[in-house]
């Protein structure tokens, strides 16, 4: 491990032809698709905004972040894991596990693409993108972004807060595959914002792409085939509902928004679909059709899933033993609630203290 910037293709080897600035390999000629250099770039240990906008620079998205007046812009703001790559077929993925060191203030230029984001450990992240309402990543949760053009986002990040992220990124001047192609040209007709259902799996893969000892053509490999199974399981939700009929009127959003404030003031309550609606004024039916459209996800593994995360967050910060936390989480049996728990969070609960080095 280092604390510098490494610049690396698959094979391990340096990409001495590449300029630096610009990100593009010294031949004659435009660079078209089928000659893309495949980049490897990581930071571990102390990150500052300079290697971020670095990272961010080599695919096409102009970063700023401006911490206190106090830190200059190469002093470490986060301290972690940031990895950002070039997958074949002209895909782009960016991991992080990372904790900001101060109060910070983050924003940047992002061009036409379809973008994937999906948070599996630390604290939940809000940000903005412009023109539009603030977007919410909590753990365990993807958002699906369709850019129609270069877009700016933003978001402010508290000292401490931790991240756990996987980002796929379709930009379609770089994918190589015409029916792909297609695809992402018509769903960045629009910009919008959806959430994603998350499969179990996402988290059990995006933990074995964090693992330290996953380097080289291992690493390779698994960001490959997980790369292409978040963009295939995007692309099927959207064309089996269409992104379009997932906007949601504002009265639609104000009663979901207030169900969700329900579940998450008392997780522990005996909720039910009924008592929800009608204190939402929305019909059982509703609720159950237009809940997943706005959340991603049904009321039932909302609150499922937002019990694992209190329960994670109460083993890793507060010293709950397993059985207490099985016991909030409303599980009668431990062995049944560590099976939930590692399909949530990738990890078995006893595993924790291990596996989160940046918490």
């Known amino acids: 491990m280092t604390d510098r910037l490494v610049d690396q293709d ?56 401006h911490a206190p007046r106090s830190c200059s812009g190469d002093r470490p703001t986060f301290r972690g894991y ?43 992240i809000s940000a903005r993108l412009q023109g539009r309402e603030a977007m919410n990543l909590k753990r365990s949760s993807a958002l699906a972004v369709g850019l129609s053009g270069s877009s700016q986002m933003s978001t402010e990040v508290a000292a401490g807060t931790a991240a756990k992220t996987v980002v796929v990124q379709c930009n379609p001047d770089m994918l190589q595959d015409d029916e792909l192609i297609s695809t992402v040209d018509h769903l960045t007709q629009s ?19 964090l693992a330290p000892k996953l380097d080289g053509l291992s690493h390779r490999l698994m960001a490959e085939s997980f790369a292409l199974d978040m963009v295939s399981t995007m692309v ?7 992104h379009r009929s997932l906007e949601l009127g504002v009265r639609d959003k104000i009663r979901l928004q207030h169900v969700r404030d329900l579940i998450e003031a008392d997780p522990q309550f005996d909720h039910s679909l009924a008592g929800l609606a009608r204190q939402a004024g929305i ?35 507060q010293g709950w033993t397993v059985a207490e936390a099985a016991h909030f989480s409303g599980y ?28």
């Open 10 to 65: 698959f094979t391990g080897t340096e990409l001495s032809r590449i300029d630096k600035r610009n990100c593009q390999m010294n031949v004659p000629g435009e660079l078209n698709r089928a000659v893309r250099p495949k980049i490897h770039c990581q930071k571990v240990g102390e990150i500052s905004h300079e290697d971020i906008a670095d990272l961010s620079h080599r695919f096409d998205t102009k970063y700023q972040g």
């Open 82 to 124: 940031l990895s950002a790559q070039s997958l074949s077929g002209g895909l782009s993925m960016g991991t992080s596990d990372i904790v900001a060191l101060t109060d910070t203030h983050q924003s940047a230029i992002v061009p036409r693409s379809l973008s994937i984001a999906l948070q599996i450990g630390g604290d939940d």
């Open 191 to 209: 910009t919008w914002v959806n959430a994603l259902p998350v499969p179990p799996r996402w988290n059990l893969m995006a933990a074995e792409m």
């Open 236 to 242: 099927d939700y959207f064309s089996v509902r269409g």
């Open 283 to 317: 019909s059982v039916a509703t609720l159950k059709r237009k809940f997943p459209i706005l959340f991603g996800t049904s009321v039932i593994a909302y609150l499922r899933d937002l019990r694992l995360d209190r329960a994670h967050n109460g083993i890793r910060k």
């Open 332 to 359: 009668a049996h431990v062995s049944n609630f560590t099976t939930a728990f590692r399909r949530r969070h990738g990890v078995t609960p006893g595993a924790i203290s291990t596996t989160e080095p940046y918490a």
